[in-house]
């Protein structure tokens, strides 16, 4: 039976820069998925993958890569947002596929190092996810002045960060569940 | 088209189901003889096995 196979939702770590505080975000997002029964995660970090940058899209395909996002049932993306925007390392690494992700779901963190909790880079990452084909949940992760989120032991410093993840996570999952079935039993016309 | 020519399921030998079709832009510049000239881009369809969860791709027929 399908509905027995765990929801595989791996977590992309979408920066690789020196200092980053999207780090503690991503550990903090993939313990509290991690926590919930019938999910498989993995933490992916973009810092970690070896793209050349001379070429781009399925030229420069990683098999890994391809196959951890052939397997996922959903995405969770944790992105800085730089001048408004995404980190164009981000972008080509998700490029490089774009069959392997349709039809499945992708929740979006935002981090910012002032109040606006990434909202900028997440509404630019949105008609990104669109073309690939991923389906985006309503819920976002904010996280606002992410140098004081956590303590020095990476835990959340502000409990209210429990509630709204949860209410993220929960959500992805639905998705998740209802696009795995609608993948393996609704036939397109 | 897709009921009489079912992807199998290369890990457990199910029938896959096909659930999508998208558009690739970017195979046109590799693959220019593939291009759906009402389109625009090459067509590819996907199927996943409702069995084992195991993806599977191929260029639209």
New interface residues.
Partial sequence: M?TL?PLFIPVILGTPRQGRMSEPVATFILEEIAKRDGIETTLIDIRTLSFPVTDA???IKDSQFSATM??A?ALILVVPEYNHGYPGLLKHVLDTN???Y??KAVGICGVSAGGFGGTRVIENLLPVMREL?LVTIFWDGNFSNARTLFDTASKVLDPAYLKRTDKFLKELVWMAKVL?Y???????E | MSGTNKMICPDCGSEMNYHAEKLDYTAACIEPEAVDPDLGGVLAEVHTCPRCGKMGTRRAQ
């Fill in positions: 399908t196979r899209g399925e030229a052939m397997r049932d774009l069959k392997e349709i039809h084909g795995r609608g993948r393996e039993n609704v036939p397109r």
